[in-house]
């Protein structure tokens, strides 16, 4: 029997005959993938289609399997492909710059790898860098996605913004493991030292179950807020952030530290560092044996103690001094002169806003006969009370004029402790200096300015956009994730002349460039950058790769922004 074929039959199976492919397949496990690729081809053997490997080619990079993908398609005209202008066509791709950057420091940092490399991970690295390049919402992160590589660089597939919302959830579910996973890859387990410090953010809805009213450290009166504790090693890297309901008082948080601290962190000697009105006496006396600590006391304790004998006055100077008593308490005490000269300009600005207010009380009484002196005198002082300077200041009438007249004895009892500090801690001489007291003490600051920049500066925790808990507390991790990367840079670039989101903003600027052959996308190179891009680059440590595979992925959102807005 014959069977006979057309022209095209014929053809086609000639290119069979003589075709070579890239073969590539991914295994997935729970926690990992493995992508293999292998070199083969296919032929024709007694009348049976076969294939065959020639090589196995997965050590080679993405870049190097794109490329023999190219070549092999376009194997039969070779030279049409380098020199036939309307073959290819070049076309600006999406911004690669800050994503490439921030995710080579994720990489180094380990936040890759604490992540994992499921599609989820990848979204959860998405998050934490899109948080770093322009804060928003899940939304306005999926359309950053549209005009950033992030698809192409970090391997996603397709995803909108309610995916992200499920991610945060993921993240809530795995937060302690995330969080296990950055601290090993610090390299420096066993320190034994951990500053730890609490704030809050307000919330715009009513709708948060976590949210709820307490002391507001944002001003906002009326409004619901979320309790965030923070914990960083001795040096400031941040190492986990715990979420608690808005009426959380702080001393009641440092009791989770602790176990936190014990359980999962671990050390020889471990001490725990807390400012005032985080580590009181019920708290120290509720730690474990083992454990240190290093916190201040309140002015009134100081005063009780100068009252008792246990300090005097003159230990405190500008260099640090050192009290043992016989109690066994160990303070360690200071004068700072730049605060307590803050503090005196300070009283000097308000004593003057008060008799200013004093005069137009003068000038008021001047002018209408029949007001009473006594309501101008009230009004006087309340805001005397309100300057909180009533203790060493008097509103005399005279007539009807209101003078100001000071008590320089009360004024200065009230602002001898100007600038003094005193720490304790249990930590025994043989275990920290009194130097060293004192500077891990300061070194709370680095939590503070952890805080500045997770809230209001560059990484903007608020608005919170979410309503369950554990999207919450996702929300709160990625934040704290994104200053990881963001503190990195901060380090790296100190001695430019830029700040972080500036030298972000100018990374993305730079954009790759698609090339498409013969009207299919093949890949993307990246461009040398400007000598100020290259700048940031060096500064930051990181090499950019010359091309990125087009992996042709198109992310867009579910929801529209409205077609019509009101006018502002």
Known sequence: MMVCMSLDTKRLIAYIVLTMYVDSSTVRSKSKSYTRHLLRECYREDGKIKHRTIANVSSCSAEEIQAMR???RHKQDLVSLTSARDAVRLDQGPSCGAVLTLLALAKEIGLTQALGSTQQGKLALWQVIARAIDQGSRLSAVRLAGTHAAADALGLDRFDEDDLYANLDWLCERQHRIEDRLFASLGEPGSGLYLYDVTSSYLEGECNELGAFGYNRDGKRGKRQIVIGLL????????????FTGNTQDPKTVASQVRKVAERFGGVRLTLVGDRGMIRGPQIAALPQEFGYITAITKP???????????????????ISEVLTPQGMRYVVRRNPVRAEELAASRADKLAALRHTAEDATVYLAAHRRAGVDVQQRRVEAKAARLRIEPWVRVVVTDRELVIVTDEAMRAEVAKLDGCYAIT??????????QTVHDRYRDLALVEQGFRTSKTVELEMRPINVRLASRTRGHVLVVMLAYRLVQTLARRWAHLNVTVQEGIDQLATLTSQRVTVQGTPAYQTIPQPTPAIRELLDAAKVQLPSALPSRGVVITTKKQLQSRRRSR
């Open 70 to 72: 190219l070549a092999l």
């Open 425 to 434: 801690t249990n930590l025994s001489r043989a275990e920290a200096s009194a």
């Open 301 to 319: 304790q100081i005063e009780t103690l100068l009252a008792g004998g246990q300090l005097q006055m003159s230990l405190f100077d500008d260099t």
């Open 232 to 243: 960083c090693t001795g040096v400031g890297v941040p190492i986990s952030i715990e979420v």
